[in-house]
């Protein structure tokens, strides 16, 4: 699918997305249409803006020599690292709404360093991106982004301990 078209990016994120969704299902046999809208959405973004886009971009030269159509070749730096923005962007506020709707209620402070997270693991690292748009940020905010979910579900097990 690398040839064929750069809306792969789409796919990949739900098939991913998948995943997370099946697990819901190993753990309640009705969970609500709300959490796992909002635990799709938050796992879809946070794949494409902090995972998929970035790791096409650190390969953006060689995907160009084999005509590779990933999102970056086909639409450049700007507009990729707008989408990668957008995307995380999308991503912290699902986190944050999907603590919401949690049978684990978070408390205000867990709230807000869930927020914290995203923005130190996700939005800051995109930033740069935007700003220097050079294949080593692209990476580095892949590097952080893997991070995120590990670091909520630390916040969550802190949660469950209290």
Known sequence: ????????????????????????????????????????????????????????????????????????????????????????LMAVAMGVLLFLLASVRLELPFLVASLALGVYLLIFPAFRLHKRKGPRHAMLLFNRASFYPLALLVLITIRTLV
């Open 1 to 88: 699918m690398i040839r064929i078209t750069y809306l792969r990016t789409i796919v990949s994120g739900a098939v991913k997305t998948s995943g997370g969704i099946a697990a819901v299902f190993a753990v309640d046999p009705d969970p609500s249409f709300s959490f796992l809208t909002v635990l799709f959405l938050w796992l879809f973004f946070w794949e494409i803006g902090g995972q998929n886009i970035p790791n096409d971009w650190t390969e953006i030269e060689v995907d160009r020599r084999i005509g590779a159509k990933t999102l970056p070749v086909r639409l450049g730096p700007k507009r990729s690292s707008m989408i990668i923005l957008g995307s995380l």
